[in-house]
């Protein structure tokens, strides 16, 4: 089954949305399959954002991941990195649709409060940098009034 990585950014934590958007990925029916709470270093930060390296916002971007803790997740599921990006919203909250996480809780593109994959191989790229000693070993059985 599909895996993508979710990152509630430090905005996310320190407001207090980290239950609401949990829950809003759990309600929609995907499963959790890995979370820490974590405070990366610069050189990590830049690691996860290195495509974006050449980009005029590149430090403050580095800036912003590192002012704080952020809740790293792994998330499973039926197209789960399309549908996860859908239910985030487009990255500047002013483009998001209300009802998106971001269309609802953040006004800048810099405190955008949440990432999700891009891809499939953005996923699992990041999915083994965030967690490299693999997620929980768990099998969910998969709801018969969800996937059928
Ligand atoms: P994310 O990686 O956080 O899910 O965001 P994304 O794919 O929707 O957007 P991306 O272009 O990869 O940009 C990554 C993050 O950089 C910040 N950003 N700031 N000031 C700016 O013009 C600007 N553009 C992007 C945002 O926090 C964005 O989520």
Do not use: C
């Not at 950014?9 to 974590?38: A, W």
Request: hydrophobic share 40%.
């Amino acid at each position: 089954m599909e895996q993508t990585f979710i990152m509630i950014k430090p905005d996310g934590v320190q407001r207090g949305l980290v239950g609401e958007i949990i829950s809003t990925f759990e309600k929609k029916g995907f499963y959790l399959k890995g979370m820490k709470l974590i405070s990366v270093e610069r050189p990590f930060a830049e690691k996860h954002y290195e495509d974006l390296s050449s980009k005029p916002f590149f430090e403050g971007l580095v800036e912003y991941i590192i002012s704080g803790p952020v809740v790293a997740m792994v998330w499973e599921g039926k197209n789960v990195v399309t549908t996860g990006r859908k239910i985030i919203g487009a990255t500047n909250p002013s483009a998001s649709d209300p009802g998106t996480i971001r269309g609802s809780f953040a006004v800048e593109i810099g405190r955008n409060v949440i990432h999700g994959s891009d891809s499939v191989e953005s996923a699992k790229k990041e999915i083994a940098l965030w967690f490299p000693n693999g997620t929980v070993n768990w099998q969910s059985s998969l709801h018969p009034w969800i996937y059928e």
